[in-house]
């Protein structure tokens, strides 16, 4: 298996296999404590932009935005 990209998030995450834009909605995961110590929810959008083999391999997010309630990934 080959990396492509990366996101460097402890998060629940939802991916789109859409022909026209391959996406990757991430969350906050319960309980969670982000690297620089942020317990805040976010709920974030991230185009994988596989036609592009220049891109970085760590991805930036397209679009964010705060949320009152932290995700949880289903068992």
């Not at 939802?14 to 690297?35: E, N, Q, Y």
């Not at 596989?50 to 991805?59: F, I, K, R, S």
Request: negative net charge; charged residues 20%.
């Amino acid at each position: 298996m080959v990396r492509l990209r990366e996101i460097s998030r402890t998060a629940a995450f939802a991916w789109s296999p859409s022909a026209a834009r391959p996406l990757i909605a991430t969350g906050t995961k319960a309980g969670a404590v982000a690297a620089d110590f942020s317990n805040e929810t976010v709920l974030e959008l991230w185009d994988l932009d596989l036609d592009n083999p220049h891109a970085n391999t760590e991805l930036q997010a397209v679009g964010s935005i705060s949320a009152d309630a932290r995700y949880v990934h289903p068992t």
